[in-house]
T-cell receptor
């Protein structure tokens, strides 16, 4: 029974490069959420997606960040022109329905920007 | 702005003791409350969810919710060294899917 899968687990980028983070939800789950955890900070909601739809991106920075959840394949969080302040752990969670009580987290991608 | 307040700790308890973790929240419209455990360098793991006032028990864990006081707590009985982790309190509002997290309380169980 595979859980939420994320890759890569660790990603190193130089300033100005692009970072692509992937998330495959648990089997049977069609709702995906992305959260960011900065060092010494709590988890912050970024975006909520269903297949082919962005439902709520109110937590996403206005520039450089985008997310998608295509009909086929994993959800992708893309960060363009990364800066050092983007260094953080990015967690994906999934749920079978819209209720928040069934959000299960993946192992996270730890992004380091040099 | 919705906020969750937790004592950052560290909270140290001897093995076998009861660990008490507390959390207050600002949004009176909050409907669902959660406790997650996060080991260093790992992802959050759901421990308990609670939706109505009172106590909810699951094994060694008991969650307590008081909506009038906007307060939720987690008790860990017979604490074990393996319980040493950061405990995150989170809530969501009515019909909401966003989880709002506190910064967490670091628990250390001393053998």
């Amino acid at each position: 029974n595979a859980g939420v899968m994320q890759n890569p687990r660790h990603l190193v980028r130089r300033r100005g490069q692009e970072a692509r983070l992937r998330c495959s939800p648990m089997k049977g789950h069609s709702h995906v959420y992305w959260y960011r955890q900065l060092p010494e900070e709590g988890l912050k909601f970024m975006v909520y997606l269903q297949k082919e739809n962005i439902i709520d991106e109110s937590g996403m920075p206005k520039e450089r960040f985008s997310a998608e959840f295509p009909k086929e394949g994993p959800s992708i969080l893309r960060i363009q022109q990364v800066v050092r302040g983007d260094s953080a752990a990015y967690f994906c969670a999934s749920s079978p329905g819209v209720r928040a009580d069934t959000q299960y987290f993946g192992p996270g991608t730890r992004l380091t920007v040099l | 702005q919705k906020e969750v307040e937790q004592n950052s700790g560290p909270l140290s308890v001897p093995e076998g003791a009861i660990a008490s973790l507390n959390c207050t929240y600002s949004d009176r419209g909050s409907q669902s409350f959660f406790w997650y455990r996060q080991y260093s360098g790992k992802s959050p793991e759901l421990i308990m969810s609670i939706y109505s006032n009172g106590d909810k028990e699951d094994g060694r864990f008991t969650a307590q919710l008081n909506k009038a006081s906007q307060y939720v707590s987690l008790l860990i009985r017979d604490s074990q060294p393996s319980d040493s982790a950061t405990y995150l309190c989170a809530f969501s509002g009515a019909g909401s899917y966003q989880l709002t997290f506190g910064k967490g309380t670091k628990l250390s169980v001393i053998p």
